[in-house]
Each structure stands twice: as C-alpha cells, then as structure tokens.
C-alpha cells in the first residue's frame, strides 16, 4: 500500500473531531485588525489556533498532521500537498495591519510556517506581536469549537461568525454599514447595498443557520433611504446542536472549561490534577460552582495553591465568599427617593422606603438593587467585548 494512503488511514484512526477543538482569539483580533485572506487560508489560520492549549508559553511550536487540515476541509489525498504548500507560502504574504496611536504596525500571523514536500506535517510558530492576542487570555476574547468555522463555505460567513459569537450573551449589537465592512474586509467592495446583502448578509444568515451553534437576524436602520446601520439579533442555534450527534458532554462544555483554566493563574493551567478536578467539577456541579471556587483560591490561597483549590472544589468554600462579594456589591449601589433610574427600559422615581410603584405592584428595594447591579455589569462586559 503507497505510503501517503497508510499514513491517511492510520491518521483517521487517531484523528481528534473538530468539535473537541477551540479557537480561542482575543476580540480586538475579530473586530479592529485589517487583514484580507481567503477561504483556505482562514481555515488554516483557525486550524492552527485551535492547538494551542491553555498554559502554552507563546513561543510555543506546533507541528501536525497536514491530513487533518485536508481531512476537514474535504481536500482530496491527490491535492492536499498542493494545497497545502500552496496556502501555507500565501498566508506568509498576507500581513495584518494593527493599528496603534501613531498608525499602524505590519506584521505575519505567524512567525514561520514550515513543511516538507512530500511529508505529512506542517509546523506554526506564532509571531511575537500576535502571541499576546492568542495565548493565555482571561478576559475580552471569544472562544468556539473549530467545527463551527471550518466547515462554512464563505470566508465572510467565518467573520461575521466570530463577530456575532461574542455578542451572543449580549443577544444584539449594532454595527454602521461601513464598520460591518471594514471589519469583514471589504470596504471597497458592494457599493451597492442590495448586493452586500444578497451576498454577504443573506449567505451567512443561511450558512451560520445551517451549520454553526448561533444563527442570526437583522435589521435595516436606515438615514433617509438609504441603509447606514444593521442591527443583528444573535440567537443560539439549538436546532444545529441536537443534529450533531458527534458533540459530546464535554464538547459542548468546552468553551466553558477552557474559560475556567484561563481563570487560574498561569503556573497552575497546566497541572494535571488540577485540570482533571476542574472538568470533573464542571460536569458535576457547572461552571458558576467551578467560578466561585477558583475566584476564591485567586484572592485567599496560600503557598500551596493546587492543596487549597482542590479542598474548596470539595467543600465549595467558595459559596458564602461569592454571596459576601455578592452582598457588598449591593451595598455600594445609591439609591434614594426622588432619583430616576431606568427599570426594564423605562425610566421611574424612587419613591420614600428606596422602591418604585409601577401600575401593577411594586419593585421593593432589594429587588431593585439586584437589577441595577445585574444591568450595570452586563454593561461593563459589553463595553469591554
């Protein structure tokens, strides 16, 4: 038997599903990086992303089979070191423009791509200006199993995915016309607004509906006639999820476990042990359990971190801190009669006894305390995504 066949079914063999794999990206990278790729080469840029682990020092080298690429993006075994020489040369071309104070840096997504004709690995080393972006991150950063991107058919469905994934827990986002464009790089392109829309809008609303976890509506906010906003309604896909029967439970927990090890300081993500409890726990209990526990090993530990974390895992020592912090954020919320607050999108006085009287009952104190921290810290995380 030739040997690139074997080498292809001994790889399918041990082959990780896609769905088992994350793409974990800062969102500065999604919303105001200036890049052009096309297809082949985005996918291949995710497919690299999705290997680093949490822990992973940022001069990390990656090396891996080139059929797993092919493998998910249906490349036939005759093509696949064609294409995959050939993509891999193209993205080496293909800068990034970060913007800055001043203007803007230049810079590769990676600092070397290398294969071996004929061979049937390929080798990532991310660049150095890129690494703080893609390693490591705790906060403001999207994080989505491969799957859901590798297997679109438009290079603008896979932006706009990303785009809109952040934005999920938010449930809507607004964006101008020519933000939207730049964003997915064509600002110079679909003068006309008709074909932005059949081309772009309406091919990933049908795609992402198809084949990913969220789906999406819009809306046309126009000034005159003309069109100058879209407002997107971002909904998760629940109809994709139970036809995929590939995901299992930690699959479709992943983006959370991983959200979790980026919470625990960096010596400690790549322990074994520790890993292990927070999956265990994730599965058993959920991830705000896990949360709270954590959170509370980060402010209170010890010497022994690993010793700590793992007993407050079990005794969920975490609970009466989080209702601590939960009750002193409470505390430091001003409320008073005769103050204007806006409840459920209208705007109410408060009344004598710090409570609002609405046509059908009233909002005691406490009630309104939780709703105006719960609103005032979904805010924060929207101004920062």
């Known amino acids: 038997m030739p040997l690139d066949k074997l080498?292809?079914?001994?790889?399918?063999?041990?082959?990780?599903?896609?769905?088992?794999?994350?793409?974990?990206?800062?969102?500065?990278?999604?919303?105001?990086?200036?890049?052009?790729?096309?297809?082949?080469?985005?996918?291949?840029?995710?497919?690299?992303?999705?290997?680093?682990?949490?822990?992973?020092?940022?001069?990390?080298?990656?090396?891996?089979?080139?059929?797993?690429?092919?493998?998910?993006?249906?490349?036939?075994?005759?093509?696949m070191y064609q294409v995959v020489a050939k993509t891999a040369k193209e993205i080496m071309s293909k800068p990034l423009f970060l913007q800055n104070k001043k203007g803007y840096i230049i810079v590769n997504w990676f600092e070397k791509i290398s294969y071996i004709n004929h061979d049937v690995t390929v080798t990532f080393k991310v660049n150095e200006e890129m690494a703080p972006h893609l390693f490591n991150l705790k906060k403001n950063f999207t994080a989505y199993q491969l799957i859901n991107t590798i297997r679109l058919d438009s290079i603008y469905s896979i932006r706009l995915y990303e785009l809109l994934k952040q934005y999920l827990s938010a449930g809507d986002v607004n964006k101008t016309l020519m933000g939207l464009k730049t964003i997915l790089g064509i600002e110079k392109q679909y003068k006309r607004y008709n074909h932005f829309k059949s081309?772009?809008?309406?091919?990933?609303?049908?795609?992402?509906?198809?084949?990913?976890?969220?789906?999406?509506?819009?809306?046309?906010?126009?000034?005159?006639?003309?069109?100058?906003?879209?407002?997107?309604?971002?909904?998760?896909?629940?109809?994709?999820?139970?036809?995929?029967?590939?995901?299992?439970?930690?699959?479709?927990?992943?983006?959370?476990?991983?959200?979790?090890?980026?919470?625990?300081?960096?010596?400690?993500?790549?322990?074994?042990?520790i890993q292990y409890k927070v999956e265990q726990n994730l599965r058993k209990k959920g991830a705000e359990y896990v949360k709270r526990n954590i959170l509370y090993a980060n402010a209170l530990a010890n010497k022994n971190y690993r010793a700590f974390l793992l007993k407050a895992l079990k005794e969920d020592w975490g609970l009466g801190w989080e209702e601590d912090q939960q009750d002193s954020k409470l505390a430091g919320i001003t409320i008073e009669p005769g103050q204007i607050v806006t409840f459920h999108g209208k705007e109410h006085e408060v009344q004598e006894g710090n409570c609002l009287h609405l046509e059908d009952g009233i909002v005691p104190e406490g009630e309104l305390r939780k709703y105006l921290l719960q609103k005032g810290e979904k805010q924060c995380q929207t101004s920062n995504t």
Request: glycine share 2%; with cysteine; charged share 35%.
């Open 7 to 79: 080498c292809g079914i001994i790889y399918k063999r041990r082959m990780r599903k896609p769905e088992n794999q994350l793409v974990v990206k800062d969102n500065w990278i999604i919303e105001r990086v200036k890049y052009k790729l096309t297809l082949n080469q985005k996918k291949m840029i995710l497919w690299a992303i999705s290997k680093i682990k949490p822990g992973d020092p940022p001069h990390s080298e990656y090396t891996y089979d080139a059929h797993e690429f092919a493998e998910l993006t249906n490349i036939s075994r005759e093509k």
């Open 199 to 273: 081309r772009v809008l309406e091919v990933a609303r049908k795609e992402l509906k198809a084949r990913t976890d969220i789906r999406f509506k819009y809306e046309e906010i126009k000034t005159g006639r003309r069109v100058t906003s879209i407002r997107f309604l971002v909904l998760p896909n629940t109809k994709t999820a139970q036809k995929d029967k590939t995901v299992d439970i930690l699959s479709t927990q992943s983006v959370e476990y991983r959200t979790l090890l980026n919470l625990l300081p960096k010596e400690q993500q790549r322990k074994k042990t």
